[in-house]
């Protein structure tokens, strides 16, 4: 079977480091992402991982082990906007090039 | 800008009614996906294409259809509308298979009474 695990929701404070974790269950393996969505919006892309290993683009970073079927984001300077779900989605290799299994995102509250 | 555009953005229809959701977009992407968000399961894969006059199953798939004339819009139709359809709709696109990122429309919200 495919699943992806993720919290369902997380609290912070603003200026924090948070962590939100992701693991992994599907049929192949062809690269991990993770996006972002406020509330009543589009999903928006934020980073992806293929190989091992930590991505760094600002105050998002994002780590992937492939033996373990792990993933995180870590949010670094927690800013009131940064209030949103956090999605995690893998790409499968079974059945297609391109499709994305996604888990039910996290939901992160960032108080003052 | 290119962009990727769905209308309506709210549409509320009665049970038993076709409704068809429209999907728009002006990057030249080969490939367009429909899914639809539903609390406590994310976002699932209702049809999905890799170009004109291609189009295959998600896995809820059933009670709808999609069809891919040209390049720029996957019309997604609801051919009996049923309250378990009511949800928020994204289309989504990418330009190629293997590695690109998919890129989702603003939703549409679906209400069936």
């Known amino acids: 079977g495919q699943n992806i695990d993720q919290p369902t929701e997380m609290t912070a404070t603003e200026g924090a480091i948070v962590q939100i974790n992701c693991t992994y269950q599907?049929?192949?393996?062809?690269?991990l992402f993770w996006y972002q969505q406020h509330a009543g919006e589009a999903p928006t892309f934020l980073s992806y991982?293929?190989?091992?290993g930590l991505e760094e683009k600002g105050r998002f970073s994002s780590f992937l082990s492939r033996s373990k079927g792990y993933s995180y984001l870590l949010l670094k300077e927690l800013q009131m906007k940064d209030s949103a779900s956090y999605l995690c989605?893998?790409?499968?290799?079974?059945?297609?090039?391109?499709?994305?299994?996604f888990g039910a995102g996290t939901r992160l509250a960032v108080h003052p | 800008d290119a962009e990727i555009t769905q209308s309506p953005r709210h549409k509320i229809t009665e049970t038993g009614r076709q409704v068809t959701l429209a999907c728009h977009q002006t990057?030249?992407?080969?490939?367009m996906f429909w899914y639809r968000q539903d609390l406590g399961h994310g976002l699932r894969l209702i049809h999905y294409?890799?170009?004109?006059?291609?189009?295959n199953k998600g896995e809820v798939s059933d009670g709808y259809s999609v069809s891919r004339s040209n390049t720029e819009d996957l019309p997604l139709t609801l051919e009996s509308a049923a309250s378990s359809q009511t949800s928020v709709y994204f289309c989504?696109?990418?330009?190629?298979?293997?590695?690109?990122?998919?890129?989702f429309g603003p939703g549409t919200r679906l209400t069936v009474l």
């Open positions: 989504a696109s990418s330009e190629h298979r293997g590695t690109d990122t998919q890129y």
């Open positions: 990057w030249n992407h080969n490939n």
């Open positions: 294409s890799y170009g004109v006059q291609d189009t």
């Open positions: 599907t049929s192949g393996f062809n690269g």
């Open positions: 989605a893998v790409r499968g290799l079974a059945g297609g090039y391109n499709k994305l299994i």
């Open positions: 991982n293929v190989l091992d």
